[in-house]
């Protein structure tokens, strides 16, 4: 055999093997496409469309527990397509919904995010949709249920509190029956039960304050107001209580500046301010409050010396019915309630409120409020120089240095 003759035999042989071996790869893809078909079974109509316009996470897996189809929500828990269910517990809900045919809800802690990521209650309900495919339907509650939490707790705490007053007017009430005919034991007993009911009516109209105040979407009697008004007036409010504690406001800082909200509401944040200074303030003791501006922010300080909180209590120092001196607070009349007013009111303006405190040096309550251009006709100039000229008061000085260099704020 010649050598065209042997390369002709080595073509042919090589075009026989190059068919077979391209008949066996298509063979296998073939077989792989039918593999993959009998293991995934097709998603009925309409399913894909139902979970992309849901808010919801959902997703149908099928029995290999691999996701075929997802909504957007569902990606953020690790549950895209082709992904396989990471959890334990939500596997063995969607177990329970093929093994019992019916539908199986279940509450679950979940993963959501980019590590680290963060746990997040969820209420998830599994169902089967044919004899391979499970719906699976998921919705984070988490916010849901930390607000019922709070709901529960205010409406404890609320109770709890109000048995106070409650149980000691009933005891007064019936040591002045018994003591009819002792005259001064009568007065004595009628003064601590007006006491206790001015204590019960103070609880009763801050529970009511604050839950207006949460319930509020938006504030409604808003007008422009000049910070001075609301200094004022808060001061004024508690110069009684200032003089009986033998304590001294002293007031400093800018004037002229103006803010936009509800005035009454603002008074009375800056009040319960200046209302807990005075009352954990020792005898003699200044109270100061001071107010200034700074990068389109109006800042009003209330400063006091008092003993101060410690800094693992003043995380919690906002919440409701929350007090870093239960006893003191007792003796006070406190309800625990004045900080969260404040910190609520505050944000319904947009603003917030911050707190620098250590135990011996005292405590200063910051309220920033957003800054805003004094009406037409308002001249803050004007009225700084007024003032200024009028009554140059040493303690004015003094309640602008109190007030804004007491520390940190």
Do not use: C
């Not at 063979?27 to 979970?51: C, E, K, N, Q, Y």
């Not at 959501?112 to 089967?128: D, K, M, Q, T």
């Not at 705490?157 to 109000?162: A, D, K, Q, V």
Request: glycine share 8%.
């Amino acid at each position: 055999m010649d050598t065209t003759q042997l390369a002709l035999l080595a073509l042919l042989l090589g075009v026989i093997i190059g068919g077979s071996v391209v008949a066996v790869v298509f063979t296998a893809l073939r077989m792989r496409d039918r593999m993959r078909h009998a293991t995934s079974p097709a998603i009925p109509d309409g399913v894909s469309a139902v979970l992309h316009a849901m808010d919801d996470a959902a997703v149908v897996v099928d029995a290999s527990d691999t996701v075929v189809a997802a909504s957007v929500g569902a990606v953020p828990f690790g549950l895209g397509e082709r992904a396989v269910v990471p959890s334990d517990g939500l596997r063995d809900v969607v177990r329970r919904a093929r093994e019992s045919h019916a539908a199986v809800a279940e509450t679950l802690r979940l993963r959501r995010g980019a590590p680290p990521a963060e746990l997040r209650l969820v209420a998830v309900r599994a169902s089967v949709i044919s004899p391979r495919l499970t719906l699976v339907v998921m919705r984070d509650i988490t916010e849901r249920e930390r607000v019922e939490q709070m709901r529960r707790d205010f409406v404890a705490n609320t109770s709890h509190e109000l048995k106070t007053p409650v149980g000691a007017v009933t005891l007064l009430a019936e040591a002045i029956e018994s003591a009819a005919d002792d005259p001064d034991q009568v007065r004595m007993f009628a003064s601590r039960l007006t006491a206790e009911a001015s204590r019960l009516g103070l609880l009763t109209s801050r529970i009511m304050n604050l839950s207006r105040l949460q319930a509020l979407d938006e504030l409604i009697e808003t007008r422009d107001v000049a910070v001075d008004e609301i200094v004022t007036a808060a001061i004024e409010a508690h110069v009684v209580q200032a003089g009986s504690a033998g304590i001294e406001l002293a007031r400093g800082g800018r004037k002229g500046l103006w803010v936009r909200g509800d005035a009454q509401i603002l008074i009375e944040a800056v009040g319960n301010l200046i209302a807990n200074a005075i009352a954990y303030s020792p005898h003699g003791a200044t109270v100061g409050v001071g107010v200034k501006d700074a990068d389109g922010v109006v800042e009003i300080a209330v400063t006091d010396r008092g003993a101060g909180i410690p800094e693992s209590e003043q995380d919690r120092i906002f919440e409701r019915f929350y007090r870093a001196d239960q006893a003191r607070s007792r003796r006070t009349g406190g309800t625990g309630l004045g900080l969260s007013i404040v910190k609520h009111a505050v944000q319904r303006h947009g603003g917030e409120v911050r707190l620098w405190s250590r135990p011996g040096r005292g405590s200063t309550f910051t309220i920033r409020l957003p800054l805003i251009e004094p009406p037409e006709g308002e001249s803050p100039r004007k009225r700084r120089k007024g003032k200024k000229a009028k009554n140059p008061d040493k303690k004015t000085h003094a309640a602008a240095t109190i007030a804004t260099t007491n520390g940190e704020p």
